[in-house]
């Protein structure tokens, strides 16, 4: 199981390696994958303390955007007053650009963690939104129609039937989002921090450590294949129904 | 029959506004359907696709609400029927997200009994209906048989006197529904609850019913009420004796004849 994807990576460092061996390349443009995998060493205590301050800002920039996500979505699917309400509003938040928007964030709470959780929840909470709606829309009309002749409460349907049945979808959308939350994170540190790996990058470029910057891409990604699996484990938890495969049962 | 029947249509009536709201554009699903379900009687409803019979269950059901005609439960017309009539629908609508033993105790738990208690009373009904050592199995690993059963005990357990089934072994095959008959013919003799059945296989209405109403459709109406004199308890081994067969054709003759007339065909 993990072998295709390690195989994979050591082909692609192998090709790299080469790429720059061979053509000469310079390694202020194109480090080897042996020179970040130095700088990562070398540098690794000042990674690792930058590393803390932009996981806080994702998981709690996360969590806002799931919270809200979910509650907007669940109110939208429940009035189309609301949807119709509401939905431009979302589209616009997603449209305004980060580093306009971010600056304000940063007039408004100062430097301290919270304009970055606002720009991580803002990036992220857009595709929650989305897929908590269609989620609820996914469940079966028969199925509320046979809840209603058991005599369930809307409440009931909501929480018996709509939201379970939901809950596939709405990890989907927690999945994209996580992916957003990462870049959301660093474009927040690019506009107002003293600290992080986003920070880190712009320090670096200034100084065309270019191997050190790639080395913080590498712990960047090394967070969002974090945060996947940790997803798809609560998702397996949460959910164990939804991977079971089909067994074939005698009649 | 003494009193008042379990259940009674009278003159049900059901209209559909068309696409532009127009009455010209109104479809008429159902029209002056007269019906009526004695306490403890297995009666079924045969006829083409098309003739109203899920209208007609929609209605009784309370899920949809008649243009016109009443509906009776035991003589009196109810306030609100939704809740008061057990509804199996034609897809067996397990949820995938509880155990078989969970969707079985749906019905008791919108009624308000405590989960505890409802999953006791499942579990004891779990071996009648063939399910037993499934109980904490996912719905997707069960056979189609399995579900209808499920499905059913699910309907059974909600306790009301009324069921309305659904075609529940339409989708099964041939050799399977055969099973599920005799097998629902063994559970409904000992508990004798009120059936109303609907199926489009005239074999099935005629094995299992008390008496089989044929409707033909567009606009649906009823067009006769066949009584089924055959001995109970029946076996399928029934379907293969003279009277059988009589009662089998009498209901066939004008639902063939429909058949072709809309095939285009001569009769």
Known sequence: ?251 | MTGSPKLATEGLGKTFPGPDGSPESEVCALTGVDLVVGGGEFVSLVGPSGCGKSTLFNCVAGLARPSSGRILIDGREPERLLGLVGYMPQRDLLMPWRTVLDNCTLGLEMSGVRRREARARAREALPRFGLDGFEDRWPASLSGGMRQRAALLRTFLAGRDVMLLDEPFGALDALTRSGMQAWLLEVWESDRKTILFVTHDVEEAVLLSDRVYVMSGRPGRMDMCVEIDLPRPRALGTTTTPRFTELKARILAPLQTAALAQAGLPE
Not at chain 1, 46 to 59: M, P, R
Not at chain 1, 158 to 182: M, N, T, Y
Request: net charge neutral; charged share 15%.
């Open chain 1, 1 to 251: 199981m993990v072998l295709p994807p390690l195989a994979f990576s050591i082909l692609f460092l192998a090709a790299w390696q080469a790429y720059c061996v061979v053509f000469d390349i310079s390694d202020a443009a194109l480090p080897t994958p042996v020179e970040v995998g130095q700088a990562l060493w070398d540098q690794r205590q000042l990674l690792l303390d930058n590393t803390w301050v932009t996981v806080q800002e994702i998981l709690l920039g996360l969590l806002c955007a799931i919270v809200v996500g979910v509650t907007l979505g669940a109110l939208i699917r429940g009035s189309r007053m609301i949807e119709r309400a509401v939905y431009p509003w979302l589209v616009v938040s997603q449209l305004v650009p980060i580093p306009a928007i971010a600056p304000i964030f940063v007039i408004w709470f100062g430097f301290d963690l919270r304009p970055k959780i606002l720009v991580v929840a803002l990036v992220s909470f857009f595709p929650i939104v989305v897929n908590t709606v269609d989620g609820l829309k996914a469940v079966e009309p028969e199925l509320i129609n046979l809840m209603r002749t058991l005599g369930a409460s809307r409440r009931r349907i909501f929480l018996s039937a709509q939201l379970p049945a939901a809950l596939p979808f709405i990890f989907s959308g927690v999945r994209i989002a996580a992916a957003f939350s990462v870049i959301g994170a660093v474009f927040g540190e690019w506009v107002g921090a003293s600290e992080g790996l986003g920070y880190l990058i712009l320090t670096l470029n200034n100084q065309t450590a270019t191997d050190e910057v790639f080395a913080v891409v590498v712990v960047l990604a090394a967070i969002g294949i974090g945060l996947f699996a940790l997803i798809s484990l609560i998702e397996r938890i949460v959910l164990p129904w939804y991977h079971r495969p089909r067994v074939d049962a005698a009649p």
